[in-house]
């Protein structure tokens, strides 16, 4: 996911660095892919551990020096969880030709799925914020957050309002040691809501690409948005139908180190990782195939994500339910729903988690597969401990 955030900054004239914020502990797959990542864009790429879970505006915050450190013009945020054209040229010719604290990057939705979002009102002359609310329980804007933001220098101070304020509600309350509460900040409600109105956040407005990725089917749909935004940006990516190979149809991505079956047919919307084998018939669409994977003879696979090492048997049949945005509405978006439902798992699309097999002739629909299993019946909206 984060390979396309780091791509759009990398292309930014005059990036200085790209570091990524968060709480999980690092291991051997982002240490090596931060180095891939450093060699390939020419550009210094480092992870900062949190302490503790800061929220979405207290890494920030804790790690001000070495955001700051070499006198940035502007620092780009980008929440993790989301797909996007990123348009942070463009933002930062906006910045420079109007300079305010707060940038955030606004797309539009639907009236119904504007309330899952932070909802910004403008003033559409200067496109100053000025209303802010996240998830609002009642219609405020059409205008959401992307969760993409340029920030000035000067963004930090009001942060620093915020940690100290959460320092003397921590004092007040006689609680020993302000840590962590004291360092977590959320930049929606802490900091947007509350400067609102105030002169210094602003809106872009985008008609680009954009979706969250809150659950695997937007994964999916995030993987297409992508495919096709290759189409554009990157055609040679794209794999291509020639004689003796796999069958291409639409938007599809093999690496280079995949060995895929010329009988094999692929697509629409596909993406086949780093060294994963597709065998001979094998129908894949709608999929994301992880690295290491395997699909053995006439294996069918559609809306589904197979997991790193996982192992799908000949004639097997992967089969998840697609949970796309409303194609009739230029403004729709995805619906992150949870997984389940008044005690009911919800359909959704299949998961297999890493170095799981299934035996020939399996059928698998709408189900969750989680790691070092190995399945040898059929299962249908299950989650599989």
């Known amino acids: 996911m984060i390979q396309h955030h780091i791509e759009a900054c990398a292309q930014v004239p005059g990036m200085q660095e790209i570091l990524l914020i968060g709480f999980y502990q690092p291991d051997e797959a982002l240490t090596q892919f931060l180095e891939t990542a450093q060699q390939e864009f020419n550009l210094p790429v480092r992870y900062l ?105 000067e963004a930090l101070k009001p942060l620093r309002d915020v940690f100290q304020r959460n320092q003397q509600d921590g004092q007040l309350e006689d609680s020993p040691g302000s840590w962590p509460g004291a360092g977590t900040i959320r930049l929606e409600q802490d900091v947007f809501s509350a400067l609102a109105g105030q002169g210094q956040i602003y809106v872009h407005l985008t008609d680009g690409i954009w979706s969250q990725i809150k659950s695997a089917g937007s994964a999916l749909y995030a993987s297409r948005l992508y495919l096709s935004r290759y189409q554009i940006t990157h055609p040679e990516r794209l794999a291509k139908h020639t004689p003796g190979g796999p069958r291409i149809r639409g938007n599809v991505y093999i690496h280079p180190t995949a060995k895929v079956a010329p009988s094999a047919v692929l697509g629409p919307n596909v993406s086949v990782g780093k060294g994963v084998t597709v065998g001979e018939g094998v129908r894949l669409r709608e999929s994301i195939v992880l690295h290491g994977a395997a699909l053995q003879e006439h294996t069918c696979v559609l809306h589904s994500i197979v997991g790193w090492g996982s192992t799908v048997g000949r004639w097997a049949r992967v089969e998840g339910t697609p949970n796309d945005p409303n194609p009739n509405d230029p403004r729709a978006r995805m619906d992150s729903e949870s997984l389940f439902k008044d005690g009911k798992l919800l359909p959704a699309i299949t998961i297999l988690g890493c170095r799981v097999r299934i035996p020939a002739e399996v059928l698998i629909l709408n189900s969750i597969v989680l790691p070092h299993k190995e399945l040898s019946r059929s299962f249908t909206n299950q989650i599989i401990l």
Do not use: W
């Open 49 to 153: 551990q949190e302490f503790a879970p800061l929220g979405t505006g207290g890494g920030l915050y804790h790690f001000r020096d070495q955001i700051l450190a070499g006198g940035p013009e502007a620092f780009f945020v980008l929440n993790a969880d989301v797909c996007s054209d990123f348009p942070l040229s463009a933002m930062l010719d906006a910045h420079r030709h109007q300079r305010h604290p707060f940038l955030l990057l606004g797309t539009t939705a639907n009236r119904t799925q504007s309330l899952n979002y932070g909802c910004i009102v403008e003033n559409p002359q200067t496109h100053e914020v000025l209303h802010y609310v996240e998830k609002p329980s009642t219609f405020i804007s059409d205008i959401i957050n992307c969760g993409i933001y340029l920030f000035s220098p």
